[in-house]
Nanobody
């Protein structure tokens, strides 16, 4: 059974930091790119970051560049999203998703999705 499980969300003061984790099982994790998406109430889902299957290629939305860092541990089948200098506008449900090989901006291209974890930046 394919599973993606996000964890690490919570309520954080603006300016604070937290690390989200995405633990994967049930598929060939080494062959998949992992994207982090977020969706706030009343807003469209957006991809905030993605890391390619090998962990070399990394992409960030302009709104998070310099504050978010994505990393992939193939030995642990886990992808991390380190969030620094959290802003209130970062508040959203964060989802991780898996796609074969290379990253895509489009959520529809991802085969597997987690249930999401809530991140709230308190100003």
């Amino acid at each position: 059974e394919v599973q993606l499980a996000e964890s690490g969300g919570g309520l954080v003061q603006a300016g604070g930091s937290l690390r989200l984790s995405c633990a994967a099982s049930g598929f060939a994790f080494d062959d998949y790119a992992i994207g982090w998406f977020r969706q706030a109430p009343g807003k469209e889902r957006e991809r905030v970051s993605c890391i390619g299957s090998s962990g070399v290629s990394r992409f960030y939305a302009d709104s998070v560049k310099g504050r978010f860092t994505i990393s992939k541990d193939n030995a642990k089948n886990t992808v991390y999203l380190q969030i620094e200098r959290l802003k209130s506008e970062d508040s959203a449900v964060y989802y991780c998703a898996a796609k074969r090989s290379i990253c895509s901006t489009y959520g529809a291209a991802y085969a597997y999705w987690g249930q999401g974890t809530q991140v709230t930046g308190e100003s």
